[in-house]
């Protein structure tokens, strides 16, 4: 399908794929957490449309800039996914620990709203896989060939 490893490719799948699975919470969340707003739900969309445009961007780099370490896809895209959802988590850290306590219950060991950095982990590796399966990894999505016109 496609042939030729594209940056584009990877941010656009990244992107289709947050969409997607931020539109399935934007349909779920009233479900699970019904003094959920709007605004929550279309956060939440965008969030993910975001932190899938990450994950397609970082599949550029192969190693670690300054460290000089080795990150193949599985690495960076679940440390992308992690880290945004942990930045998500410290912004609404309130509305999340709500969120917990309404979907388990007081008590719960699943209560902390740091679990969204496990999620963020789980969907960050999902998004890197397609988006290097399809678009490719390294820095060869970025370089371009010259044409002969």
């Known amino acids: 399908m496609f042939e030729k ?4 490719t990877r941010i656009a799948i990244g992107k289709l794929l ?3 699975l931020g539109l399935i ?16 739900r279309i956060a939440f969309l965008l969030w993910y449309t975001t ?3 990450f994950v397609g961007l970082v599949g550029v780099l192969d190693w670690h800039p300054v460290l000089r370490l080795s990150m193949p896809w599985w690495f960076s895209s679940t440390l992308v996914g ?12 309130d509305r999340l620990a709500e ?6 219950g007081e008590g719960s060991l699943f209560l902390s709203p740091f679990w969204f950095v496990a999620e963020g982990a ?3 590796l999902i998004i890197g896989y397609f988006a290097t399966r399809f678009g490719g990894e390294g820095p060869a999505t970025v ?7």
């Open 5 to 8: 490893p594209s940056l584009v």
């Open 18 to 20: 947050g969409f997607a």
């Open 25 to 40: 919470g934007l349909i779920v969340i009233p479900f699970l957490w019904p003094d959920s707003g709007w605004m929550e």
């Open 51 to 53: 932190l899938g445009a």
């Open 82 to 93: 992690a880290w945004m959802n942990f930045v998500l988590t410290l912004f609404i850290h």
């Open 99 to 104: 969120m917990m306590v309404d979907l388990f």
């Open 122 to 124: 789980v969907v960050g």
């Open 143 to 149: 370089r371009q060939e010259k044409r002969d016109d």
